[in-house]
């Protein structure tokens, strides 16, 4: 079997630099083990899979070289910048299925992807 893995790097400056990740935009008949086998294989600190979704426009799965995640910042926005750059997406904000949860994602016309935190915790500290 053949899988489309594309590598890209996210908040590079001049076109250098930034954090690698891997990305399967299809990922839909890809099981666990492969899933981890293709992120063993390309050695990058994440790699993501996107994959169709009922809930939300996408379900976006995060391998380690070891392990499951439930997210990722930087693949996040590889994948979206991917997709846009391949005319998949337009310019708008779409929801994806994250083991941390529901996530939003928005694009603008520029091509810029802005994560959106959906709730807030505050956390407090007795001393």
């Known amino acids: 079997m053949k899988i489309n893995v594309h ?4 908040f590079t400056y001049q076109n250098s ?3 690698p990740a891997g990305v399967v935009l299809d990922a839909d008949n890809l099981n666990c083990k ?3 086998n293709i992120a063993i ?12 979704n009922k809930i939300c ?10 392990e499951e995640v439930d997210f990722c910042g930087h693949a996040t926005l590889a994948v979206f910048s991917l997709m846009y750059q391949h005319k998949l997406i337009e310019a708008n904000t779409y929801s994806q299925q994250t083991k941390a949860g529901r996530l939003k994602v928005s694009i ?3 091509g810029f992807v802005h994560l959106e935190r959906t709730t807030q915790v505050d ?3 007795e001393i």
Request: proline share 3%.
């Open 123 to 125: 956390h407090w500290l």
């Open 17 to 19: 630099g930034g954090n």
């Open 34 to 36: 492969q899933m981890q």
């Open 108 to 110: 603008n016309t520029g």
């Open 7 to 10: 590598c890209l790097n996210s």
């Open 41 to 52: 294989t390309l050695g990058f600190s994440e790699t993501a899979f996107v994959s169709n």
């Open 57 to 66: 426009d996408f379900k976006v799965r995060f391998f380690t070289p070891v």
